[in-house]
């Protein structure tokens, strides 16, 4: 049996909504991705799944102060970055490439054993 990670990350709508489109393509987070597979996005305002991500093997991690490098990697405004609470000294970022949606997340599991 095959055991994987899934990160949970609640998102505003306007953002995941970039994700969608592809303008955004990486994800930032302040906890590591670490032997994650999959994204799976809910709606901050109500809790209710927007969708699952393949995480890309491209991870790195980020150190410094910098929120407007953060912004530009997430694909979002500085001031989003500060919202999320992603800069305190000293603040590590954790960065992870999104891969594809996964459409029907229980295919994808059965698939993933083989």
Known sequence: ???????????????????????????????????????????????????????????????GGNADLLATVASVSPDTILECGLIDAPWRAYVAEIGYRIDDIGEWMEGAGE
């Open 1 to 63: 049996m095959k055991f994987m990670k899934i990160v949970k990350a609640k998102i505003r709508p306007e953002i995941f909504e970039l994700i969608e489109s592809g303008r955004k393509r990486f994800e930032v987070r302040s906890d590591d991705f670490e032997d994650a597979s999959i994204i799976h996005y809910v709606s901050s305002e109500t809790g209710e799944t927007l969708g699952y991500y393949e995480i890309d093997e491209h991870q790195a991690e980020i150190h």
